[in-house]
Every structure is written in structure tokens, then in C-alpha cells.
């Protein structure tokens, strides 16, 4: 898998490097602490595949990291019309033309919700190109997003991601 | 026309100046159907806008806002001085005229009201005019004149049994030639072989605008199409209202929808998009919404009955998956099926549209399971490639073979060839989205007809929609749309062979039948400018020297070099060579000497001239922490001085500056190819109205055809 090919050593900023470029020693450590403590989930773990005629099936593994920490490897969903406070992560790059298409999509079924921390709920995060690394805590079941969509798979973020300096 | 009595013309000046804005004067706003009559204030009738068959169904509606403090007690609707329905009361059982809450501009325009009459028919051919007189609660009236068209047919020659429309989404004229050059060469000048859309014996130049805007979205471009009528942007089968009600917009009856009900033909819907999407929905539903999946997708069973829809096959699982906390997989009664249904995108109707049009009631329901309602009617449910070819040609089939979109032709046929996205990547892309098994358009396209060819003995609607030469066009996607024309035109052999005889209908012509295949719009402004000069491993080679740099030489200063070094025009273009491997698709991607595609109505995007390991541009490598950049992507002309700080987006190619603002190239409003084969083609020619083919071909299906 190609994001499983990716280097640890070249993600250098995870969900919790709190501050600013400059400080990125200091922030990696950090965020290696938390990489610790969250347990590694694979896309392709979600569900049963290939998926069944009656829809998703989730696996075991997933339900048994219901409200745990883990650490999660994918690309963000380029939205034409991104809602503040949550972006969509999933396993292959995807765009989603809202204004033409509205919900007629290319998402993945293994498609993650993920939730800003409350006190950047009203921020939408700029679209980035690549793979991201994530960590959080994880909420199952359905729920109604913010943006028309409905979600089964949810990543709660303790702090926003650090999009590194503007240059 | 508008005038208030007793004042008559005298008052006109002073409504036209008061105009639909003003909320204190009692008018009539809006007139339904649209007419330049009424939109003109009686200044000119011309061009006709609304037209319909003898007997074919419509909804009268208006609005009328009331003077300040008044209300709207009564609407009646004349056609020719005769009156044909007052609209007086709220909804009610068997009723089918209504007078409801103009909800959409009440706060600016207290009181106004939206009146009916449902499901209204005319069999008088020639132009009717449609008077809508309004009654205010201290006795005032106003009234709205607006005319509209019923078209005679006559008996003449043998009709057309079956009707297949072949519809390639965003499919333009260079689309059409792309996948001609792609797929069978050109030797000195002259295509090899001719696509099977291009083989067909009439050809015609068709206008695609919508009744509101030069450039159409999905939605109107196909009901267009199919109802003969003019339809605004993101509606499928209503006209605009004045209620914020997404499904009770004022209807006009599809062409299945009347040849079901007159002459008991079966409707067959097949698309490579989710099935609720705007083009396969445009053909039995009524919503001046396209995008509410739930109450869509419901409506495709509930009326089925009425549609003689039979067979219904595409992506978009997700709509027919209960959602909600009653079904779930045993988890904290949790549902996981991956079900998008929702209150917001469900439906009910009426009572006065399920009175007019015989319509289903509708329920909120989001918990509905409707795949084993669709069972339940009656319905083999087919939810992969090995489930279709095995399931035989039941009664009637449903397939869903994704949650939302099936996967892109190119994507789909890696999956059979095994092939990965990359070299690092250990599953296919199909694989990747949990669907590895999903049939290609010409599969399902030969299962639609064997099934409805079964079960139609008074012959059949089929519409099939080659979907994602659109997405992917507007994705600017060159190789994708390509293969995704590729696999339409594949689709559209089969029908060909169904009139002939031929191939997997061997032995059995359907001479009756006419196809044709058109588009509901372009996409993209997609051009064939030329060819690369490079093979595919210099092209590489050039990528990864030139990438985003730009020329430093005095004569082409700033220009990009990629572009410069690989764009060959002209006699540099040459003819591109693909070979075809024995599965009928290219057997690479990329050869050497590959087609290029500009577009005309593109967004900023970046262009290497590759295909593009994932059907989204991406640069695959760790998207933490790097940082947005610091200004707009600089243009590729005479711009050296921030070459040292990073304005272009790494390994994607040159910058390309976009024509329209947003991610996506957008529709166009140019004309596109229409192509017809089988009884009736004769009667598609010229250049017309994507109206006026609703009429020629239901001529040819009601009166006959000699051509």
C-alpha cells in the first residue's frame, strides 16, 4: 500500500504539534508520544471487503477501537465547497465537485469524518495534496454532518492540524 | 400578459413598473407554463416556449402575491376563456387544485400564494392561451395571460417501438473524436475505423441551453430531452415555483411516463453514476432539486407502477441502504451500512399532485431498507458483475454496483488487468473502493435490453448514460474521459446490434427500434490540440528534468518548459497510435506519441501530460505540515522572480491558469453532435433544440415514420 510505503521519519508534524514551523524538534517529540499511544487502523480495516450486497459491514477491529486513540494514514477529501470545523479523510486522493454533482461521489466507503478540535470548529482547513497522518479519538455510528453528509466513522481531534508556515 | 381589472390596460404600465418585487401590489408574478407572452407583458409571443403532444400531462400554476394586508381567496384557470380548474383550498384527497403558501417569498412578499391546477392535458393542436385570473379577499382580481403550444401529430408510416437513448454525459465533438483517434488510429489522414456512434446513418447539431441560463447543468439538459420542455438549472421534470417544497415544483410529463401510460411501454434506466444523479433521475422524476437522493431513489419504486420502470441499474447503493438507529450490525443499535438517507433529501407529495399525476404519497423514512422493497415488488437485485450475468432476464432488475458512483472505465479495467495504481500499491483501485467487480456499460447495457426485449411487448424506453466522460472532463482527466467515451461507445454497439441483429442479439433484429446518441451538454471546452513529441519514457525523462521550471532563453522567457518540450501541434501532432489488447481498451495508458487534450473551460490546474495514477490529481507524497503557498500560482509567462519560493505545487507539472474561477472545468454552452440509427433517424436532422428531439421522436413513436 502506498501510504503504508511512507516513511515515519518524513512526517514530521502529526495532529499534535502545538506551535509554529520553528518549532519542530520539540513538536516531534510530541507528537511520537502520541503516536504511541494510539493504536494503527488501516482504511481497509473498517469494513468488510469486498463490500456486500446490504452495504458496509464494519469489522471487529474497528468496533473494538470505538472511543479509543488511533492513528490513522490518508489522503483529504478535496471539497469544492469545504464546511468549517470538519474535513473528510479517506484511503485513495478523491475530489468531491459538490456544486455540480452535489452527492453523487467518488467517496470511498471507508471514509472518515474528521472533527476539529471545539475551539477551531469554526475553521475550514486549507485543502492540502498528499497523505496525512492523524490522530484522535474514534466515534462509530451514524450522524449527521455539517456538510449534508451522513457519517459512520468519526475522528475526533484533540488540536488542529498544523498546516506549517506560510512561506 | 398581466392587467388588473376593472382598470385594465390602464394599470399595466404601473405593475410592470411596480414590478415582482413590490410586495404591496396585488399581481400575478409568475405563470406557469413559462410563455414569452407573459414574460414579454404581451409584447411578443416568439419563440414558443412551451410545447407538448397531444395528451401529454402538465401542471398550470401561478403565483400571485396580494395587496399589503389582503389575501389571495380563489386562482381559476382558463385555456381559450374555457375555465378548466379554480384553485381555491388548501390540498384534499381527489383534489386535484390546490391554493398553498408561496412559502419561498412570503417574507418579501406577504400573503402570495402559489395556485394549481394538476396533471392538466390538451388534445386541441395549435397554440392555447392559459389566462389565470386571481381573487383577492375585498373582492379585487388580477389576471396573467401566457400561451403555450399542443403539437398535432398525424398517423402516417410505421412507429417506432422502442426508443434508445444513448446519452454520453458532457460528450462534445472532440470528446467523440478523442475516442475515435484513441481507439482505432487514423492511417494517412483517414480513421481507421469508425466509431459505432459515428457509424450511424443521421446526424444533427443540437442547442443544449436550459430555460434559464446559455449553459446547462444535468438536470435540465436530459429532461429537456425527454419532456419537450425547458427546464431551470439542477430540475428534473417541474418547472420553477415560488414554494420552497422540493418535490411539488409544477410537472411535465416525461415521455416514459406518457408511453407507459398510453401505450404500456416499460422504461429501462442504466448509468455508470449513482442512479439518483441528474441524468438517469431526469427521465421519471419530478424535483426542482437533483440532488435529493432519498426521496429520488424512493420515487423510482413508489411510481414505478406508473413509469413501468423495469429495469434500473447504476451505481448509488448508499440511497437504498436504511439508515438510522432501528437497523444496524449489532453494534450500540448503530447503523454501518454506509446509507446516505436523510430527512433533508426525502420526499411526500400532496394530495393535489397525487390526485393529478396518480402519484405515490411519499413518506419520510429514512429507515426504509429499499432494496428488499424492491424485492419484495417483485425485483432481482444484482449487486455485482458475476450477480448480473448470472441473474438471467428476470421481470425486473435492479442493480447497484457501488455505494455512490461506479468506478471510471480506465479504473474498472485495471481491476480486470490487475493493474495498480502505482508501483508501490498492492490493490487495484476497484479494490481500493471495496467493488472489484463491477460490469462494464456494454454488459449492462446488453442485460437492459435482453431484459426489457423480454418483458415489453408494446417495446420500451431505454436511456444509458455514459456518466463520467462528464465527471471525468471536469476533473480534466484526458486519458479517463477518453477510455469513459471508449466504454459508452462500446454501449452504444450493443444497441446498434439490438436493431441489426447482431453481435449479442444475433439473429434477432429489432427494426423497429430507434436509437440515438447525444449529449446533455459539453464539458470542459475538451480539444485535441495535438500530440506529445516524446515517447512515453522520454516523456518521463522530461518531466522529471523540466517539472515546473521555465525557459531562461531570451525568445521564449518564462514560457514552461514541459509544455514547450512535449506539445507537438500540427504536423508535429501526427496521428497518435494506441494498441488495442484483446479486452477492447488500449493496452497502455500512456504510449509513446500520446493524444493531448486542452481545455477551454478549465480551472486552474497543473498539467504533466501523464495519467494520473488515481482519478484525482494528487501528489502522493506526506501532505502534513506543508504549507499553503504563499500566493497565488504565478502564471508561466516572463514570471522568474519567485522562482525561489515554491509557487508551484510540486510534481504536478506547469501551472495552468483556469478560464473559470473554482477546482473543476465547468460545462460549456456550445452545441453538440447528436447521431441517430434505426426506424425513425430520418426525423432528427439539422440544427434544433434539444426540445425539438422530444417531438420528432415521439412522431415517430405515436404517428409513424416513413424516414
Known amino acids: 500500500m502506498l501510504i503504508k510505503k511512507l516513511s515515519f521519519s518524513v512526517l514530521i508534524v502529526s495532529l499534535f504539534l502545538f506551535g509554529c514551523a520553528n518549532q519542530a524538534p520539540k513538536n516531534e517529540t510530541k507528537a511520537n508520544t502520541a503516536l504511541q499511544s494510539a493504536t494503527e487502523l488501516s482504511f481497509r480495516e473498517f469494513y468488510k471487503l469486498p463490500i456486500g450486497p446490504n452495504g458496509l459491514e464494519p469489522t471487529a477491529k474497528l468496533l473494538s477501537l470505538k472511543d479509543k486513540r488511533v492513528h490513522l494514514q490518508g ?33 470511498p466507503g471507508a471514509t472518515v469524518f474528521v472533527h476539529m478540535p471545539l475551539e477551531d470548529s469554526e475553521k475550514i482547513l486549507a485543502f492540502r495534496p498528499g497523505a496525512w497522518d492523524l490522530v484522535g479519538t474514534l466515534q462509530l455510528g451514524a450522524m449527521d454532518e455539517s456538510n449534508g453528509r451522513i457519517s459512520y466513522v468519526r475522528l475526533l481531534l484533540d488540536q488542529a492540524p498544523v498546516q506549517g508556515a506560510v512561506e | 400578459m398581466k392587467n388588473r381589472n376593472p382598470l385594465l390596460g390602464f394599470v399595466i404600465a404601473g405593475i410592470l413598473a411596480a414590478g415582482a418585487d413590490c410586495a404591496s401590489a396585488l399581481t400575478i408574478s409568475r405563470l406557469t407554463p413559462p410563455s414569452q407572452l407573459f414574460a414579454t407583458n404581451g409584447a411578443t409571443s416568439s419563440p414558443m416556449i412551451s410545447r407538448f403532444i397531444q395528451g401529454q400531462r402538465f401542471d398550470l400554476q401561478a403565483t400571485v402575491r396580494p395587496d399589503a394586508g389582503k389575501t389571495i381567496t380563489s386562482v381559476e384557470f ?30 418579501t412578499a406577504p400573503g402570495s400564494v402559489s395556485a394549481s391546477v394538476r396533471g392538466y392535458s390538451n388534445l386541441v393542436a395549435g397554440v392555447r392561451t392559459l389566462t389565470a385570473e386571481a381573487t383577492q379577499s375585498d373582492g379585487t382580481k388580477v389576471t396573467a395571460t401566457g400561451s403555450f403550444e399542443i403539437v398535432g401529430i398525424t398517423q402516417a408510416g410505421r412507429k417506432v417501438k422502442n426508443v434508445i437513448i ?15 483517434i484513441v481507439q482505432n488510429g487514423y492511417a494517412q489522414g483517414k480513421a481507421n475505423k469508425k466509431l459505432a456512434m459515428d457509424s450511424f446513418t443521421n446526424t444533427a447539431m443540437i442547442m443544449t441551453a436550459s430555460l434559464d441560463t446559455q449553459v446547462t447543468d444535468s438536470a435540465p439538459g436530459m429532461a429537456n430531452y425527454v419532456t419537450g420542455n425547458k427546464a431551470n438549472s439542477g430540475q428534473e421534470g417541474v418547472w420553477p415555483d415560488d414554494t420552497s417544497d422540493a418535490f411539488d415544483g409544477p410537472r411535465m410529463e416525461y415521455m416514459s411516463e406518457f408511453l407507459a401510460r398510453t401505450q404500456g411501454k416499460k422504461l429501462g434506466i442504466v448509468t455508470t453514476a449513482d442512479v439518483f444523479d441528474a441524468t438517469p433521475a431526469a427521465n421519471a422524476i419530478h424535483t426542482s432539486n437533483r440532488g435529493n437522493g432519498t426521496g429520488i431513489v424512493d420515487q423510482f419504486l413508489d411510481d414505478s407502477l406508473r413509469t413501468n420502470l423495469t429495469v434500473l441499474m447504476g451505481g448509488g447503493r448508499k440511497w437504498f441502504l436504511p439508515s438510522g438507529t432501528t437497523f444496524g450490525n449489532g453494534f450500540g443499535g448503530t447503523s454501518f451500512t454506509g446509507s446516505a438517507r436523510a430527512t433533508g433529501s426525502d420526499y411526500t407529495l400532496s394530495a393535489d399532485i397525487q390526485a393529478g399525476w396518480n402519484a405515490a404519497a411519499g413518506a419520510i423514512d429514512t429507515s426504509r431498507n429499499l432494496i428488499a422493497d424492491f424485492q419484495t415488488a417483485g425485483w432481482t437485485y444484482a449487486a455485482d458483475h458475476t450477480a448480473l450475468a448470472n441473474a438471467g432476464t428476470p421481470a425486473k432488475l435492479l442493480g447497484l454496483f457501488s455505494l455512490s458512483n461506479m468506478n471510471i472505465a480506465k479504473d474498472k479495467m485495471d481491476g480486470r488487468r490487475g493493474v495498480f495504481p502505482t508501483t508501490s500499491a498492492t490493490t487495484t483501485i476497484v479494490q481500493d473502493y471495496g467493488f472489484p467487480d463491477q460490469p462494464m456499460l456494454d454488459e449492462m447495457s446488453t442485460k437492459a435490453l435482453q431484459v426489457l426485449d423480454a418483458n415489453s411487448p408494446n417495446g420500451f424506453v431505454l436511456m444509458v448514460e455514459g456518466a463520467s466522460i462528464d465527471k471525468q472532463a471536469h ?9 469513459d467515451t471508449i466504454e459508452f461507445d462500446k454501449a452504444v454497439q450493443k444497441a446498434k446490434d439490438y436493431v441489426d441483429g447482431t453481435g449479442d442479439f444475433a439473429g434477432h433484429a429489432h427494426p423497429d427500434t430507434l436509437v440515438y446518441v447525444t449529449a446533455d451538454h459539453e464539458c470542459a471546452g475538451a480539444a485535441i490540440i495535438g500530440a506529445s513529441k516524446k515517447t512515453d519514457a522520454a516523456l518521463q525523462t522530461e518531466i522529471a528534468t523540466s517539472g515546473n521550471t521555465v525557459s531562461a532563453v531570451a525568445a521564449t522567457l518564462g514560457q514552461p518548459l514541459l509544455r514547450n518540450n512535449v506539445v507537438g501541434t500540427y504536423a508535429e501532432a501526427g496521428f497518435p497510435k494506441y494498441t488495442i489488447a484483446a479486452d477492447g481498451y488500449p493496452e497502455a495508458w500512456d504510449p509513446d506519441n500520446k493524444l493531448l487534450i486542452g481545455y477551454g473551460a478549465n480551472a486552474d490546474r497543473y498539467e504533466d501530460f501523464r495519467t494520473r495514477p488515481y482519478p484525482s490529481n494528487d501528489s502522493q507524497q506526506p501532505g502534513n505540515s506543508v504549507a499553503p503557498l504563499n500566493a497565488y500560482p504565478r502564471n508561466n509567462v516572463g ?32 452545441d453538440i453532435p447528436l447521431t441517430a440509427y434505426g426506424r425513425g433517424a430520418g426525423e432528427l436532422g439539422g440544427t434544433i433544440d434539444n426540445t425539438d428531439v422530444f417531438f420528432a421522436v415521439m412522431k415517430a413513436v405515436v404517428g409513424g415514420t416513413t424516414k
Do not use: C, W
Not at chain 1, 475530489?95 to 461521489?105: A, R, V
Not at chain 2, 381559450?80 to 417574507?107: E, F, M, Q, W, Y
Open chain 2, 475 to 483: 476533473e480534466m482527466d484526458s486519458t479517463r474521459f477518453m477510455v
Open chain 2, 78 to 107: 382558463k385555456i381559450d376563456g374555457v375555465s378548466v380548474g379554480v384553485a381555491n383550498a388548501a390540498p384534499a384527497a381527489g383534489v386535484k387544485t390546490s391554493l398553498v403558501s408561496a412559502t419561498a417569498i412570503t417574507a
Open chain 2, 639 to 670: 514570471d522568474t522572480s519567485m522562482s525561489s519560493s515554491r509557487p508551484y505545487q510540486l510534481s504536478d507539472g506547469y501551472f495552468i491558469t483556469g478560464q473559470v474561477p473554482g477546482t473543476q472545468a465547468v460545462h460549456t454552452g456550445g
Open chain 1, 75 to 107: 489522503f483529504m477529501v478535496k471539497a469544492e465547497e469545504p464546511v468549517a470545523g470538519i474535513f473528510m479523510v479517506t484511503l485513495v486522493p478523491v475530489n468531491i465537485p459538490e456544486k455540480e454533482d452535489g452527492p453523487s461521489d467518488d467517496l
Open chain 2, 166 to 180: 444513448m446519452l454520453g454525459d458532457g460528450m462534445g465533438a472532440s470528446h467523440r473524436t478523442a475516442a475515435r
